[in-house]
């Protein structure tokens, strides 16, 4: 159908227009909620979002950003004694306040995997594993594709060979959870985040 506006059809610049969208959980919470320019939100059933699409003003382009359905903890690259409140921890335990756990520093939690910008550039991981701390990377740069898995198998392909990424194709995907998977569409040359709500 043609899509129009009360100044006549719209300008072909602006990107295309997709129908309102809405699916809803047995409990008849939202699932998924799409605008008419393409953003929207994907919901875990507990009610958390797992995926948050923002569309670009004229050519409705897409970025995403991608949650964990729960909070974990995120591995600091400053070492603790670097940290603010190290000082006090210290000072804590030298001066007999016990062993000075109650003034460690705050953990970093966090429910973000990663994110794309409207040109498809970005990464996502899976949360890392309790055993092992691995974690899964799905990253796509202007030049290449890389999915590293949990286990530490990893491809790299060259996005400018089309041939190549064909070949490739169905090691370019990550399942992040049970909810999502993200993937590369060499035809369109384009990520995938594929929610299920089931």
Known sequence: SNWGGRNGTLRSDLGPL?????????????????????????????????????????????GAIVYAPFDFVVQSAVPLEARAGAAQLSAAVEGGEGDGSDKLPRQNRTRHLGAFDDWGIGSV???????????????????????????????????????????????????????????????????LVLFSSE
């Open 18 to 62: 997709h129908p309102l969208f809405r699916s809803l959980y047995s409990d008849n919470t939202s699932a998924v909620e799409r605008q008419e320019d393409g953003s929207g939100f994907a919901q875990y059933a507990s009610g958390r979002k797992a995926v948050c699409i923002i569309s670009n003003h004229k050519s409705r382009r897409a």
């Open 125 to 191: 991981q899976t949360v890392p594993d309790s055993r092992t701390g691995g974690s899964g990377l799905y990253e796509v740069s202007k030049n290449h594709v890389t999915v590293r898995q949990s286990d530490g198998r990893k491809i790299v392909v060259p996005r400018n060979n089309p041939a190549v990424l064909l070949q490739n194709a169905k090691e370019l995907q990550l399942r992040l959870n049970d909810a999502l998977t993200v993937s590369f569409d060499p035809e369109a040359s384009a990520t």
